[in-house]
Structures are given as structure tokens and as C-alpha cells.
């Protein structure tokens, strides 16, 4: 008769491949995600503006340099089912000496984006 958790046992024998097969589907999902250098989440879009565009990294799955409305933000890079996002306004560069605020809501959909 065996002592203690029979879980624990099973995963030290590699039975518990079903989460090794997920991380690694997300990563290969997330292969091609762009990189996102923005500001720390604020809590409106005002408040935004005035911080400073850069200190978190990000990751996007969008097409172009800053997510457009409906991409999806990621904490890191893996396509996570679901996502879970610290919800907020975050200032980007926009390029060309123009900022620009996105709002994300705790799924890391983008949902608003707007000039400073």
C-alpha cells in the first residue's frame, strides 16, 4: 500500500504530459508576436499620457508595430488560453515624437486606442 499523494507520484513518472504539451503549443503559437515597449497600466487616459511610454515589456499578436482595436496583449511570450491582463491605459511610442494610449481590458484585448 502506498503512502502519501499518488498524484505526486504520477507527475515524478511523467504522466503529466498534458501540460508540457500545452506550454509548448503556446510558445510555438506565440512564435511570431511582436515585441510592445509601453508605460505602466494607468488608470485613465489622461493619467496615461502623462506617464512615461516605456518600462513593461509586452507582447501583441497584431500586424503592425502598436496593436490596433481587437489585438490581443500578452504578459509574455505565449499565446495563453485564456489571457489574463492587468486591465488599464498603457502610453506607447507611436513613432515620430507622437504617443498614443491603448485600453486593455483584463483579457488583453485592445479595446480603445487614442492620440496624447
Same mark, same amino acid.
Given at each position: 500500500?502506498? $503512502? ?15 501540460? !508540457?504539451?500545452? +506550454? @509548448?503549443?503556446? !510558445? +510555438?503559437?506565440?512564435? @511570431?508576436?511582436?515585441? $510592445? $515597449?509601453?508605460?505602466? =497600466? ?7 499620457? =502623462? ?6 515589456? *509586452?507582447?501583441?499578436?497584431?500586424? =503592425?508595430?502598436?496593436?490596433? !482595436? ?6 509574455? +511570450? ?10 488599464? *491605459?498603457? /502610453? ?6 507622437? *504617443? /498614443?494610449?491603448?485600453?486593455?481590458? =483584463?483579457?488583453?484585448? !485592445?479595446?480603445?486606442?487614442? @492620440?496624447?
Amino acid at each position: 500500500m502506498a $503512502l502519501g499523494n499518488t498524484n505526486a507520484s504520477a507527475q515524478a513518472r511523467g504522466k503529466n504530459k498534458a501540460t !508540457v504539451i500545452k +506550454k @509548448n503549443r503556446e !510558445v +510555438k503559437n506565440a512564435i @511570431n508576436y511582436r515585441t $510592445l $515597449l509601453c508605460g505602466r =497600466s494607468a488608470a485613465n487616459h489622461p493619467a496615461s499620457c =502623462s506617464g512615461t511610454p516605456v518600462g513593461e515589456v *509586452f507582447y501583441h499578436n497584431g500586424s =503592425s508595430a502598436i496593436p490596433a !482595436v481587437n489585438d490581443v496583449v500578452y504578459a509574455g +511570450k505565449r499565446a495563453r488560453v485564456p489571457n489574463s491582463f492587468e486591465a488599464g *491605459f498603457y /502610453k506607447v511610442d507611436g513613432g515620430g515624437g507622437r *504617443f /498614443k494610449t491603448l485600453e486593455i481590458n =483584463s483579457a488583453g484585448v !485592445v479595446v480603445a486606442t487614442q @492620440n496624447c
